[in-house]
């Protein structure tokens, strides 16, 4: 009694089709995740190729062979193509993965911005280089000063009509604790010019200071005045210093700021702590611009420190920064140096 053959898959031209068919679903696999599907519908334990295999024990044994022979081609080939499409497959993923992850070194870094010094600053800081350079020591004092220093060590005494020139912002409530002079009459500086006295007192001749500092007025803010803005004061005192001295120092300082070129003047002035006082303009952009105040120091300011105005003499200068900086930039408006405009400061 021979066996029939039961179903397509005891064919050799059956084995072919289910070979063909896996062919196509491992090779048109897109993904590793495909391809693995793809696999076990088509080689794995409940395929129709292994259901084949397992129904060769009921054929005969020639049958069984060309079968055997044919399933077994079938799956080497399976499994030949299986192999080819996952090393595509995984070449692919390493890739992508690569591509992902690539690092672009031709890419310009992300530079933080940086900041810069304020024209203000920049400017001081321009001026006090000027007289290091000349060998002066650079000192600051208080801005909440008492009316002795701010005005009269000065020479400026109580009720004197050129307090009524500086606009004094006094302040209050804060004068019960007397400062180390016995001072309890407490204002906002209107000018660096009692850093003079404080030096004096604490140190004997010579002298050679530079004193950058903020200053305050009761003034309104305009186009050229803010209520509070920026001073350098200057002071030479020594055995023999006379007005010369003071000239050649101040050119030194305008040809530093202004370029080599420049000229100054000297225009009679009155201060009560100098005398002769002046006021210097220098020759810029072709016209006289004004710029600071000076004078030999006063005998009376001397006397008022404890030095002997028979011995020593000096002279003093004040210098308004913002004014430099807006010659320097061509700024025709003070207020912007406080308004913190970003598209005004990046221009520095
Ligand atoms: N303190 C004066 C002012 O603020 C400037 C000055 C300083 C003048 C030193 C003479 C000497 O206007």
């Known amino acids: 009694m021979s066996k029939q053959p039961t ?11 289910l070979r063909d068919e896996g062919l196509a679903a491992l090779r048109g696999a897109a993904s590793l995740e495909e391809l693995a599907a793809a ?20 054929l005969g044994p020639e049958e069984r062979r060309q079968l055997g022979q044919a399933i077994n081609a079938a799956r080497a080939a399976l499994e030949e193509a299986e192999a080819a499409r996952r090393s595509e497959l995984e070449a692919e993923r390493d890739r992508s993965v690569l591509a992902a992850e690539a690092v672009d070194v031709t890419l310009p870094p992300r530079t933080p911005r940086r ?38 060590a000065l020479n400026i005494p109580p009720d004197h ?12 409530g804060l004068g019960s604790e007397a ?49 509070a803005f920026h001073q350098i004061e200057g002071l030479a005192i020594d055995a023999a ?12 300082l305008a040809r530093n700021l202004l370029g080599p070129e420049t000229r100054i003047r000297m225009r009679p002035h009155h201060f009560r702590f100098t005398e002769p006082s002046c006021e210097v303009d220098a020759w810029h952009d072709g016209r006289w611009i004004e710029l600071l105040g000076a004078g030999m120091v006063h005998p009376n300011v001397l006397a ?8 020593v003499q000096g002279f003093a200068f004040g210098i308004g920064v913002e004014r430099i900086a807006m010659l320097r930039h061509g700024i ?4 912007l140096f406080v308004e913190n405009d970003l598209r005004f400061l990046s221009a520095f």
């Open 241 to 252: 210093l006379s007005f010369a001295d003071l000239r050649g120092t101040l050119a030194e």
């Open 39 to 58: 696999k076990s519908a088509h080689l794995g334990k409940k395929s129709p190729l292994a259901l084949a295999q397992r129904g060769l024990g009921q």
């Open 179 to 227: 400062d180390a002079y016995g001072v309890t009459d407490l204002l906002l500086r209107t000018h660096t010019s009692p850093v003079q006295a404080r030096t004096m007192l604490a140190q004997p001749p010579p002298v050679y200071v530079v004193v950058p500092g903020r200053v305050y007025r009761s003034d309104v803010a305009d186009a050229t005045h803010l209520p």
């Open 161 to 172: 009509p050129a307090r009524s020139l500086m606009d004094t912002i006094y302040v209050r």
């Open 7 to 17: 179903n397509t898959t005891t064919s050799t031209s059956a084995i072919e089709r």
């Open 115 to 152: 900041g810069s010094l304020h024209p203000v600053h920049e400017t001081m800081d321009a001026m006090v280089d000027v007289f290091v350079g000349l060998g002066y020591r650079v000192v600051t004092g208080p801005e909440v000063e008492s009316d002795w220093f701010n005005f009269e």
């Open 332 to 335: 025709t408006d003070i207020r």
């Open 304 to 311: 008022h420190v404890g030095y002997d105005s028979a011995a």
